[in-house]
T-cell receptor, first 115, second 109 residues
Framework: EAGVVQSPRYKIIEKKQPVAFWCNPI?????LYWYLQNLGQGPELLIR????????DSQLPKDRFSAERLKGVDSTLKIQPAELGDSAVYLC?????????????FGPGTRLTVL | GQSLEQPSEVTAVEGAIVQINCTYQ??????LSWYQQHDGGAPTFLSY??LDGLEETGRFSSFLSRSDSYGYLLLQELQMKDSASYFC??????????WGAGTKLIIKP
C-alpha cells in the first residue's frame, strides 16, 4: 500500500512569491490534514478535511493561505504571498476516518525556505 | 485549553531502557498517542492509550494514568536506529491532535 505522497520535497522561494504544495493521501482515507512544523516543535494543524469539506480551518491564516481538496482525494495548500516566517516543514497526513484521528499517517513533508 | 509537557532531550546507552514522560492538561480526555520522527522524516504512529495501564508493542510500551494526567513511552533494548524525536499528542473535542514539543532521544554506543 502506497503511503502519503507529497511534492515537492524542498522549495526555496523569495518572499512575496507564491508557492503551492501537493498531497495525495493513502487510498481510501477520507480525512486529510495539513500541518506546519517548525524546527524543534510538534506539528501544528492548519486545516482538516473530511472528504472534500474543510471541517477545521481555524488555524489557517486565511489572508495568505488557501487549501482545496477537490473530489475528496488529493489536496493543494497554497501560500500567496509568502513571508519569511513561513519557512517551515509542511506536513500532510491522512486517516481512514475522523474516528481514527489518533493514528495518522504522514507524508515526508515539504521543507519551505523563504528568502 | 490543551497543553502537553515532555522533556526536550533524553540521553541513553545502546541496549539500555529509557522512559520518556508526558504530562497533559486537557478540558476533556480522548486518549494519548505517541509518534516517532527521525530527523528529516515523517512522524510515524507508535501507540495509543485510551485507558489506564500499559500497552506493549515489541520493544516499545506506553503507559497511561488518567488520574495523574500522565503517560510515558518506554523503549527497551535500545538500538541506534531508535535515535529520533518522540512526540506525545492528545486530541481535543474536535478530533484535532494537540502535540507536545517533542523529546529528542540521543543514544550513545
Amino acid at each position: 500500500e502506497a503511503g502519503v505522497v507529497q511534492s515537492p520535497r524542498y522549495k526555496i522561494i523569495e518572499k512575496k512569491q507564491p508557492v503551492a504544495f501537493w498531497c495525495n493521501p493513502i487510498s481510501g482515507h477520507n480525512t486529510l490534514y495539513w500541518y506546519l512544523q517548525n524546527l524543534g516543535q510538534g506539528p501544528e494543524l492548519l486545516i482538516r478535511y473530511e472528504n472534500e469539506e474543510a471541517v477545521d480551518d481555524s488555524q489557517l491564516p486565511k489572508d495568505r493561505f488557501s487549501a482545496e481538496r477537490l473530489k475528496g482525494v488529493d489536496s493543494t495548500l497554497k501560500i500567496q504571498p509568502a513571508e519569511l516566517g513561513d519557512s517551515a516543514v509542511y506536513l500532510c497526513a491522512s486517516s481512514s476516518d475522523k474516528e481514527l484521528y489518533n493514528e495518522q499517517f504522514f507524508g515526508p513533508g515539504t521543507r519551505l525556505t523563504v528568502l | 485549553g490543551q497543553s502537553l509537557e515532555q522533556p526536550s532531550e533524553v540521553t541513553a546507552v545502546e541496549g539500555a531502557i529509557v522512559q520518556i514522560n508526558c504530562t497533559y492538561q486537557t478540558s476533556g480526555f480522548y486518549g494519548l498517542s505517541w509518534y516517532q520522527q527521525h530527523d528529516g522524516g515523517a512522524p510515524t504512529f507508535l501507540s495509543y492509550n485510551a485507558l489506564d495501564g500499559l500497552e506493549e508493542t515489541g520493544r516499545f510500551s506506553s503507559f497511561l494514568s488518567r488520574s495523574d494526567s500522565y503517560g510515558y513511552l518506554l523503549l527497551q533494548e535500545l538500538q541506534m536506529k531508535d535515535s529520533a524525536s518522540y512526540f506525545c499528542a492528545v486530541p481535543d473535542s474536535n478530533y484535532q491532535l494537540i502535540w507536545g514539543a517533542g523529546t529528542k532521544l540521543i543514544i550513545k554506543p
